[in-house]
Every structure is written in structure tokens, then in C-alpha cells.
Nanobody, 116 residues
Framework: QVQLVESGGGLVQTGGSLRLSCAASGSIRSINDMGWYRQGPGKQRELVARITTIGSTDYADSVKGRFTISRDNAKNTVYLHMSSLKAEDTAVYYC??????????WGKGTLVTVSS
């Protein structure tokens, strides 16, 4: 079992920055990829960014150049640094982890609200 706890969400103005953190615990040695997903009002959950154990990254087109995902394996934590935030970035952001056994785990989410 893997437990994921997100933090860092909140209210930010358009054009501002915010950093999300996700701390993993439990069977952390089984974790391969980690990522961030989001679900905006009335929208389906979508991938924002993901990172492998060796640091390879992948981003949604809508956040490329504005968001950066990083991972501190020593702290079992993954980060999402968000800049140049737009109203359409408003969503609940979820941390996700995929293990070597192909099990998927989710955090409970953290709300990011971007206001003009």
C-alpha cells in the first residue's frame, strides 16, 4: 500500500505561482512513476505532468513551459511548480503513483483556485 498526501494548494492571482507537494509513505520502494492530475469544475480528470524514477518527464500541452514536475527520492516527495497561472488552471490537483506491480494510488487532492 502507498499513501499520498498533497499540500500547497490555495488561492492565487492570475499570473502568480504556486508549488504543490506530494509526500509518499508506505511501500515507497515499489513506486515507479509519479504524477499530477487535475479535475476542473465540470471537467474530467486529466494528466498534468508525470515523472519516472530516473527523472524523465511528460507534460500536458496546456501546461508546457509553465509547470515543472520534480521528484526528491530521498524525501519520497514529488513537486509541481506552477507559474504563469491562468483561470483555467483552477482545479483539484491529485497526486498519483504507479507501482512496479501496476497498482495505482491517489491522494485526496488539493484545491488550486486562480482568480483575476
Amino acid at each position: 500500500q502507498v499513501q499520498l498526501v498533497e499540500s500547497g494548494g490555495g488561492l492565487v492571482q492570475t499570473g502568480g505561482s504556486l508549488r504543490l507537494s506530494c509526500a509518499a509513505s508506505g511501500s515507497i520502494r515499489s513506486i515507479n512513476d509519479m504524477g499530477w492530475y487535475r479535475q476542473g469544475p465540470g471537467k474530467q480528470r486529466e494528466l498534468v505532468a508525470r515523472i519516472t524514477t530516473i527523472g524523465s518527464t511528460d507534460y500536458a500541452d496546456s501546461v508546457k513551459g509553465r509547470f515543472t514536475i520534480s521528484r526528491d527520492n530521498a524525501k519520497n516527495t514529488v513537486y509541481l511548480h506552477m507559474s504563469s497561472l491562468k483561470a483555467e488552471d483552477t482545479a483539484v490537483y491529485y497526486c498519483a503513483a504507479r507501482t512496479m506491480y501496476s497498482d495505482n494510488y491517489w491522494g485526496k487532492g488539493t484545491l488550486v483556485t486562480v482568480s483575476s
